[in-house]
């Protein structure tokens, strides 16, 4: 069960306070990390405990790391169509430290047939305020709020992420070399869709560091010999068939006899049959292979490299 807090920016009857309405500035609370220690990929090394309890299946999902960073990312969307409705409820179900909406335009009635938290009612209001309530009641641990007006480059500085569903191309370039050129950059998201067609473009920054490149478990395995060659040659039990891949990096443990790779030191691996890979390592003088041993994969971080919108257009698919 979500905990019983209201979203801040509604009172009881569900109105965003004034302060709300207005922009915010560079040293507002919105994006806490920029007077925080930053990682190279802009959200705070000094993140929040998780309560395991409450995020059990989230943890199960998206990891450790990443849910901290989750708790830690202040997040815009500017454009409240369907679809920027659609993806302001899954970051608030996620639990995101915050979520503003932004939107100038005003609810018309066949924004009904898209956005599912608007109503009749909500006719002739501003979209984003429209939203504001139900939103917070999806995760009330989240900060929900808005703005309504017209965007500037300076109220791109409180995020760490900056979602845009309905802006135009000159202006979504200026925010995205904005955005990339900040220290750490924001990450900037374009989206849209076009009936039964939609696109999106991102860009993280000139690089952006992946912890977790799948999000699955390590893989294991039980192994059976390891021989005293250059490079040495592992097997393992053939009950199951081993997932390593080539230039996978691995740890050995509990390895009776040639106890010298039991040192807690990744290795890399290149893999050769289904039940066998080669380590690329000279074993000859190490100790005898007698029995037992684990091997375990260490993901490595990745580096992605992002190129600009700009860029992207004048050399697409490059």
């Not at 609370?29 to 930053?38: F, G, I, L, Q, T």
């Given at each position: 069960?979500?905990?019983?807090?209201?979203?801040?920016?509604?009172?009881a009857?569900?109105?965003?306070?004034?302060?709300?309405?207005?922009?915010?500035s560079?040293?507002?609370?919105a994006?806490?990390?920029?007077k925080?220690?930053?990682?190279?990929?802009?959200?705070s090394?000094?993140?929040p405990?998780?309560?395991?309890?409450l995020?059990?299946?989230?943890?199960?999902?998206?990891?450790?790391e990443?849910?901290?960073?989750?708790f830690?990312?202040?997040?815009l969307?500017?454009?409240?169509?369907g679809?920027?409705?659609?993806?302001?409820k899954?970051?608030?179900?996620?639990?995101?430290?915050?979520?503003?909406?932004h939107?100038?335009?005003?609810?018309?009635?066949?924004?009904?047939?898209?956005?599912?938290?608007?109503?009749?009612?909500?006719?002739?209001?501003?979209?984003?305020?429209?939203?504001v309530?139900k939103?917070?009641?999806?995760?009330?641990?989240?900060?929900?709020?808005?703005?309504?007006?017209?965007?500037?480059?300076d109220?791109?500085l409180?995020?760490?992420?900056?979602?845009f569903?309905?802006?135009?191309?000159?202006?979504?370039?200026?925010?995205?070399?904005?955005?990339?050129?900040q220290s750490?950059?924001?990450?900037?998201?374009?989206?849209?869709?076009?009936?039964?067609?939609g696109?999106?473009?991102?860009?993280?920054?000139?690089?952006?560091?992946?912890?977790?490149?799948?999000?699955?478990?390590?893989?294991?395995?039980?192994?059976a010999?390891?021989s005293?060659?250059?490079?040495?040659?592992?097997?393992c039990?053939?009950?199951?068939?081993?997932?390593?891949?080539?230039?996978n990096?691995?740890?050995?443990?509990?390895?009776?006899?040639?106890?010298?790779?039991?040192?807690?030191?990744?290795?890399?691996?290149?893999v050769?049959?289904?039940?066998s890979?080669?380590?690329?390592?000279?074993?000859?003088?190490f100790?005898?292979?007698?029995?037992?041993?684990?091997?375990?994969?260490?993901?490595?971080?990745?580096?992605?490299?992002?190129?600009?919108?700009?860029e992207?257009?004048?050399?697409p698919g490059a």
């Amino acid at each position: 069960m979500l905990p019983q807090k209201r979203a801040a920016g509604s009172d009881a009857e569900g109105h965003v306070s004034d302060g709300d309405k207005t922009k915010r500035s560079k040293n507002s609370e919105a994006r806490p990390s920029s007077k925080m220690d930053n990682g190279s990929n802009g959200v705070s090394t000094n993140l929040p405990p998780i309560d395991e309890d409450l995020h059990s299946r989230q943890l199960a999902v998206y990891g450790r790391e990443t849910m901290r960073r989750l708790f830690a990312s202040n997040v815009l969307i500017s454009g409240l169509n369907g679809l920027g409705a659609e993806i302001a409820k899954n970051l608030v179900l996620a639990g995101v430290k915050s979520v503003t909406l932004h939107d100038v335009e005003k609810v018309e009635i066949q924004d009904l047939s898209s956005n599912f938290f608007l109503t009749e009612e909500d006719v002739g209001t501003n979209r984003a305020l429209a939203c504001v309530k139900k939103l917070g009641e999806l995760n009330n641990a989240v900060f929900v709020n808005a703005l309504t007006e017209d965007l500037s480059e300076d109220n791109l500085l409180d995020y760490q992420v900056v979602v845009f569903t309905d802006i135009g191309l000159e202006k979504a370039i200026q925010f995205n070399e904005y955005c990339r050129n900040q220290s750490p950059p924001i990450a900037f998201i374009k989206a849209e869709i076009r009936g039964l067609f939609g696109g999106i473009f991102c860009d993280f920054g000139p690089e952006f560091t992946v912890i977790d490149t799948d999000g699955e478990e390590p893989r294991t395995g039980i192994i059976a010999s390891i021989s005293n060659d250059n490079p040495a040659l592992i097997s393992c039990v053939d009950d199951e068939r081993l997932e390593f891949q080539d230039g996978n990096y691995v740890l050995f443990s509990e390895v009776k006899g040639m106890t010298e790779l039991n040192d807690g030191k990744p290795r890399k691996i290149k893999v050769t049959r289904a039940h066998s890979f080669v380590l690329e390592e000279d074993t000859t003088n190490f100790g005898v292979y007698e029995k037992g041993g684990i091997v375990t994969e260490v993901k490595q971080p990745k580096v992605l490299k992002f190129k600009s919108l700009r860029e992207s257009l004048r050399e697409p698919g490059a």
